[in-house]
């Protein structure tokens, strides 16, 4: 029976675990995670996060008047004061934390205009990808080959920020620039609507689980 490997992490000295948990049979194995610092072997396929396509991409996205947060940020609290930073930089933010049920958590995605996902330029999270499926414009990491997996394109479907580490808890924010960035496309209805619009086209064509499933099929041999 044809099978596939998931690996989420691609992290540098796991390979061998993941040849063996293959049985050395040469099943292809997709990784999640791949880019600086992850592992890159030619061998292993690039396999992106993913929406559910009945939560996120056929539910109603609000429209730009609709939306009264600039920018949310819906992760943990980073270590270095973040949330405190988010607020400090942009005057209609939202940071609720993590929000329980993934319901709720759409709706309150449909409540901002950005949001911004960063992490160690290796990977496009799948917390980013929900919230562009949401119509928020959502600003990424320098995740150039992370988003050349996804077929995003820097100023259509995505904006970029620089994300810098906190020396003290390690964990990674944007930039002082992004909260420029952020202001200035929460100013631009033209341009959120343009880009938001790009974003949730491409997230229901090519970034649902059932697209990942046909994927996984296709280097399988097997029809759906």
């Given amino acids: 029976c044809p099978f596939a490997y998931v690996w989420r992490e691609g992290n540098p000295g796991e390979s061998t675990r993941v040849i063996a948990a293959t049985g050395n049979y040469g099943c292809p194995v997709f990784v999640c995670m791949q880019g600086p610092h992850k592992i890159a072997e030619q061998s292993f396929i690039p396999f992106p996060f993913a929406v559910d396509r009945e939560l996120f991409c056929d539910a109603p996205a609000p429209v730009f008047e609709d939306r009264i947060y600039d920018v949310i940020y819906s992760g943990r609290e980073r270590g270095d004061g973040g949330n405190a930073r988010i607020h400090q930089n942009v005057q209609r933010a939202h940071t609720p934390g993590y929000v329980k049920g993934y319901a709720a958590y759409r709706d309150i995605l449909g409540l901002s205009k950005t949001t911004f996902t960063v992490d160690s330029a290796t990977y496009v999270g799948s917390r980013g990808l929900e919230a562009a499926a949401m ?20 100023g259509v479907e995505a904006l970029r920020c620089e994300p810098t580490k906190c020396p003290r ?49 296709a280097v399988c041999g097997v029809k759906l």
């Fill in 169 to 217: 808890s390690g964990e990674w924010m944007p930039d002082a620039g992004a909260f420029g960035t952020i202001r200035d496309v929460c100013a631009d209805k033209e341009r959120w609507t343009r880009i938001s619009a790009a974003a949730r086209k491409k997230i229901a064509a090519e970034h649902t689980y059932e697209a990942r499933a046909k994927r996984i099929a």
């Fill in 135 to 154: 119509g928020c414009v959502t600003l990424l990491d320098r995740a150039d080959g992370a988003i050349g997996w996804i077929g995003f394109e820097w």
